[in-house]
Structures are given as C-alpha cells and as structure tokens.
C-alpha cells in the first residue's frame, strides 16, 4: 500500500486530537520552542507537513513556513487552520519535491521548481520511516541539504528501533497499552521494516485499526545517511527539551549541520 493511500481522508480526519497525544501542550510547545531557536531570523520547511500541527504553531512565532506534503487530504485539513498564503505546501514526496524560495519570499525570481533556501528544514515524530527503502531515506537527507542555506539545519526526530524486547522467536512489541486504545509493532529485521498497528476502542467496545508500515533506522546509519548528503551531527538529545541521549533513550531528536561554506 502506498503512503497516500495510507493517509487517505479517514485517516486525516482523525489525526487531530487536540490537547493530547501528541497535540498535548507538553509535547508541543518544547518542539515548536527549540525549533523556532534553530530557525532564528531565517524559514524554515517541514518534511511531510500533515495537518500542521507543528507548522501552524511555528508560523505563529512569526516564522515563516512552508510545507511538503503528500497526501491531499491532510493539506485539506492543515487548510481549516491556515490559508496557503500563511503556510504555503507543495505537494509531493519529501525526498524529491522541490520547495521554491518563491514561495515564502515573494517578489524574489526563482526558476519554476528550483529548490528555494531555508535556514531549518525539519522532519518530525518519525516520519522518515515512513520511506521504505534506504535510498529513499538518503534522497530525503539530499533534498533537506538542497534546500539550505549553508550553515542551515536538518531536524529529525525519530524512535529508535526496539529489537531488545524481541525474545528470539517472537516479532512483535506491544509499546503502549490503555483502556481505550492499544500500540504494537511487528518486526521484519531481515528487511528493516516494522508495521505499527493503532487498536482504538469505543464505548461499545468495538475496535478501529490503523496499521502504517516503516523502516526503522539506527542512529549510526542515521548519521552515516547525513555524512553522504553533506551534513556533520550537531547535537543529539532524547528529547525536545534537551534531556541527554542514552542507550535507554526510546527516542532521540538529532540536529544535522550543512557546513558554514560549501
């Protein structure tokens, strides 16, 4: 199944879950917080922008912001909150589609297509994984380094992989269990792939599954995909808020650098 098959309209209209989850304040205001810093007086363009979740708060701090999207129907919810002229999106794969400067500069000519330059470009809650194939992720690192200005910033933030709970044997994980909803994974370590499965319960008890499927990556391979693009790791940290990353760290927020000249 294609990913823009996967975030179809369903999906799209049951991603927003304001105030929780990953909407919640907690989560989010450290996110949009440390990103704003690392854009500093520049833009900045969100990979794989979705409903804008990220990208609406960031373009409140008066960043400017655009995105690239696949799916059409999350662009159509991210357009019950912020017009295109706020928060323009291209729409295409993250790992070829080009973000022209024009669009969040107007006034400045730009060949139709071209790349445009940014200060930040950022990729969030894991959805690098969501390119199957690991030349498709190192054509992701490529594009993100096309689009910056030298000096500028590749954030990813992604979950590291959790083979340690597979006893041999077994190829699946159940990472989060509520009364209303329950998370496993299942694991193909010989391909790198893992699907996360999302069992959400109603009052009458009946489940909903949302299944998406991913390629996991190791931080190491992650930093060897930057050195090919171009980029050196600037920081690592398990959090938003800067805690430090250690072998325990379940997730990790990395910092890529284009160097200053080029």
């Not at 996110?31 to 690392?38: F, G, Q």
Request: charged fraction near 20%.
């Amino acid at each position: 199944m294609q990913q823009e098959e996967i975030w179809d309209a369903d999906a799209a209209q049951r991603y927003d879950t304001p105030g929780t989850g990953m909407f919640a304040p907690e989560t989010l205001e450290p996110t949009v917080d440390r990103l704003a810093h690392l854009a500093g007086d520049g833009a900045a363009l969100e990979f794989a922008i979705g409903t804008g979740r990220v990208a609406v708060p960031l373009a409140g701090r008066g960043v400017p912001v655009t995105g690239i999207e696949l799916s059409l129907p999350m662009v159509e919810q991210l357009r019950t909150k912020a017009d295109a002229a706020t928060i323009p999106v291209v729409t295409g794969d993250m790992a070829t589609a080009a973000a022209p400067r024009a669009l969040n500069a107007p006034g400045i000519p730009e060949a139709p297509g071209a790349p445009g330059e940014y200060s930040l470009v950022y990729l969030v809650y894991n959805t690098i994984s969501n390119l199957l194939t690991q030349a498709e992720q190192v054509e992701c690192f490529r594009n993100a380094a096309r689009h910056l200005t030298p000096g500028g910033r590749f954030v990813i933030e992604l979950w590291v992989p959790e083979l340690r709970k597979l006893p041999p044997g077994q190829t699946a994980t159940v990472w989060r269990s509520d009364p209303d909803y329950v998370g496993l994974d299942t694991y193909d370590v010989l391909r790198q792939h893992v699907v996360s499965h999302h069992f959400r319960f109603d009052e009458t008890e009946r489940a909903r599954l949302f299944r998406s499927p991913h390629r996991y990556i190791w931080p190491a391979e992650l930093d060897l995909m930057a050195q090919l693009a171009g980029f050196a790791l600037e920081t690592r940290h398990a959090d938003w808020d800067g805690a430090p990353f250690t072998a325990e760290s379940r997730s990790h927020v990395s910092v890529y650098r284009i160097p200053p000249t080029r």
